[in-house]
């Protein structure tokens, strides 16, 4: 099973700018969590902060018993080798093939055998649906594939968190939904905590069991999807609408007046489906994470809003049945 990542009091700047504080969330173990915000709202400086690359000044990011904030350097580097993080391009390096790219971290972290390696490397390509294009070179193939590259090479040493740094960019949206798919079938193989990033409303909706937003420096809400998707907050209802009229402006945020002007945006539609949470492919295993889940989110009903709670026990409850 993924390692639990808590996270307390977060706060980080430039300089003078603040990019978010206060962040407290923690992202349960093997579950697949989200986080959405508008371009520049600082979900990359999260990410980075996570696997301890950016030093925020202020709290604590707790993972299997090392503060990757606070901890000696030593530590940091050690639980580093907990995560597996794709990065927005791929990062992938050009003079190399994909085999070696996705082999780069086996060579450099592991004393393992080429044998042992070609095994392993193998086995993530296939896991990705790279078989036959692992002698490419990045240039010779396409965006989406590089992607999954980047995927493949985050996945070679055994993560126990997966990190995600929007990984639809430049994605068509047919290879978007596959890409989703993927996700949940890695996370339904490999039990592993995961974060993605996005600003992808099709991913935001139909993968992860938790969802989060960053909007003017703060977290606006973290916790199970049916809280965010039916959200009466403005801001989460006008990115959820993808529409111009709310809070959130073309440099992120309006003035007062703007927005008086405007009026407020109209909540979801409380009778409104939730879009279902995808489930793996045929012959995967059931996803762990989404069972302790059930389990978890049950619990934590009574503290729920009520259009939430309305949305998990229906998308919980046998059809034609109650929730037991
Ligand atoms: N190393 C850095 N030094 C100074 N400022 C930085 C640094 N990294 C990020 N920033 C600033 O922090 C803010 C948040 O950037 P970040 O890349 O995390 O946003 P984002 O939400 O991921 O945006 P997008 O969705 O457009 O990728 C931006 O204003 C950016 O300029």
């Not at 925020?56 to 350097?73: A, H, I, K, Y």
């Not at 989703?180 to 996370?187: V, Y």
């Not at 793996?280 to 009574?302: F, H, I």
């Amino acid at each position: 099973m993924g390692a639990e990542v808590v996270v307390e009091g977060l706060t980080k700047s430039f300089g003078r700018q603040n990019v978010w504080q206060d962040v407290t969330l923690t992202l349960p173990a093997g579950e697949v969590s989200v986080m959405l915000g508008p371009s520049g709202t600082g979900k990359t400086v999260f990410l980075k902060s996570l696997i301890g690359l950016l030093k925020p000044e202020r709290g604590r990011v707790l993972v299997g018993g090392c503060d990757m904030v606070n901890s000696p350097e030593r530590d940091v580097y050690e639980a580093r080798k907990l995560f597996g993080v794709m990065f927005q391009d791929g990062a992938l390096f050009g003079s190399m093939s994909l085999f070696d790219n996705i082999a780069f971290p086996l060579r450099e972290h592991t004393r393992k055998k080429e044998s042992e390696i070609r095994r392993v490397v193998m086995e993530r390509v296939e896991m990705v649906g790279l078989v036959g294009a692992e002698r490419k070179l990045p240039g010779e193939i396409s965006g989406g594939m590089r992607k999954r590259a980047g995927l493949a090479r985050a996945l070679v040493l055994d993560p126990q968190i997966v990190l995600c740094d929007e990984p639809d960019s430049g994605l068509d949206p047919v290879r978007t939904a596959y890409l989703s798919q993927l996700l949940i079938d890695l996370n339904a193989q490999i039990d592993a905590t995961m974060l993605i990033v996005t600003h992808n409303l099709d991913i935001a909706s139909t993968v992860p069991d938790n969802m989060g937003m960053l909007f003017r420096r703060n977290l606006v809400t973290f916790g199970p999807r049916e809280v965010l998707l039916t959200s009466e907050e403005p801001v989460v209802a006008q990115f959820l609408a993808g529409r111009r009229e709310g809070p959130i402006g073309m440099s992120e945020e309006k003035d007062a007046a703007t927005l008086a002007r405007e009026g407020r945006a109209a909540p979801p539609d409380p009778e409104r489906a939730l879009p279902p949470q995808l489930t793996p492919s045929p012959g995967l295993p059931p996803r762990a994470g989404a069972q302790r889940r059930r389990e978890r989110v049950l619990n934590l009903l009574p503290e729920l809003p009520e259009r939430a709670r309305t949305a998990i026990l229906r998308s919980y409850a046998p059809v034609g049945g109650a929730v037991s």
